[in-house]
């Protein structure tokens, strides 16, 4: 039995999963935003104390590695490399919307073999991190960095329906407003139980990072308080 702890912080939702062969046991997480730091350690110790297991019992930790908020980011990710380096277990890395798009699929009981899946990731103003995939969860488009306008994913959304969700889904509704083909799911949130059959998957197939190398996926470059319109007129 593979026992992995799975941590997401990309977004502004703080979560833990304890897993065992994919199955998760316990959940913790918390969509305050700002209060990672403080609460990821205890949410970790939480799900393994309401499963009946320690820090020593873990094969392994899975963390989301991105896109999403930087500072985010770097919380999880040195929180997931110190676990893996006290403990000398492997570190696994899970795109976040690799993970989101697993979960709304994990949903879903009869999807068309057309229709596409796209995650978004808020990232400020009308701009996204999103990728797409199709029924089977296979990525079609990779994570991009998307300012968003009526004009945007033309062709996605001219040959398939297109299912939307995730925290940068919202700003998006307006411009797509006129398009019978852009379907909305509200309320998806990144979640670390998302990342388990995923990351269960990994483990067998002995994909791991290097620990003193592994980085979060950023995606762009980050710089502070500026859009990606900002930045191009640099």
């Given at each position: 039995m593979a026992l992995i702890l799975n941590i997401e912080t990309a977004t502004s939702v703080c979560s833990a999963a304890l897993a065992a062969d994919g199955r998760v046991l316990a959940v913790?997480?918390?969509?305050?935003?700002?209060?990672?730091?403080?609460?990821?350690?205890?949410?970790?110790?939480?799900?393994?104390?309401?499963?009946?297991?320690?820090?020593?019992?873990?094969?392994?930790?899975?963390?989301?590695?991105?896109?999403?908020?930087?500072?985010?980011?770097?919380?999880?990710v040195s929180a997931a490399k110190g676990f893996c380096y006290a403990l000398g277990i492997p570190l696994i890395s899970v795109g976040t919307l690799h993970a989101l798009a697993s979960g709304v699929l994990s949903k879903q009981v009869h999807v068309k073999p057309d229709v596409l899946f796209c995650p978004m990731i808020d990232a400020r103003r009308m701009e996204v991190y999103c990728a797409f995939y199709d029924h089977?969860?296979?990525?079609?488009?990779?994570?991009?960095?998307?300012?968003?306008?009526?004009?945007s994913f033309e062709k996605h959304l001219r040959e398939h329906r297109v299912f939307f969700f995730g925290d940068g889904s919202p700003k998006c509704k307006a411009a797509f407003s006129?398009?019978?083909?852009?379907?909305?799911?509200?309320?998806?949130?990144?979640?670390?139980?998302?990342?388990?059959?995923?990351?269960?998957?990994?483990?067998?197939k002995g994909e791991k990072e290097i620990l003193a190398h592994f980085e979060p996926f950023y995606l762009k470059n980050f710089l502070p308080g500026k859009t990606a319109a900002e930045r191009a007129i640099q």
């Open positions: 913790a997480e918390s969509a305050e935003g700002r209060m990672h730091s403080e609460m990821l350690t205890v949410f970790a110790e939480k799900v393994l104390q309401q499963a009946g297991f320690s820090f020593n019992d873990l094969d392994a930790v899975a963390v989301s590695k991105g896109p999403g908020s930087y500072t985010g980011l770097r919380i999880g089977k969860g296979k990525e079609v488009s990779p994570p991009s960095a998307e300012i968003i306008s009526g004009d006129g398009n019978a083909n852009a379907v909305f799911i509200d309320n998806i949130a990144a979640s670390a139980s998302w990342m388990a059959s995923i990351a269960e998957q990994k483990f067998r």
